[in-house]
């Protein structure tokens, strides 16, 4: 189930960055991202989060990008402890 969740979240994350949709970008990386960080796969959902949010560079108080932040900064924690 987890596997058909994730390759629903990354087609979702795809599909953005083909339509340019930074903002719809960032909500699919986000989900994504979380889904990784369930499985224990927090490199990889750093991988995927940190280079869409490094896209911003104004809005930083919207709940999408507040969210995004807290999970990076979550992910942050165990950077390089493997995952």
């Given amino acids: 189930m987890a596997s058909e969740a ?3 979240f990354q087609q979702a994350l795809d599909l953005a960055r083909h ?6 970008e ?4 986000t989900s994504l991202a979380r889904l990784l ?10 991988a995927v989060l940190a280079p869409v949010y490094g896209r ?7 709940a999408d990008l507040v ?4 999970l990076l900064d979550d992910l942050d924690q165990s950077w390089g402890r493997g995952g």
């Fill in 67 to 70: 969210e995004a932040k807290s």
């Fill in 56 to 62: 911003f560079s104004e809005g930083f108080e919207c």
């Fill in 6 to 8: 994730e390759a629903l």
């Fill in 19 to 24: 339509q340019k949709a930074l903002s719809w």
């Fill in 26 to 29: 960032l909500r699919s990386a």
């Fill in 37 to 46: 960080r369930q499985e224990s796969r927090r490199d990889h959902a750093r």
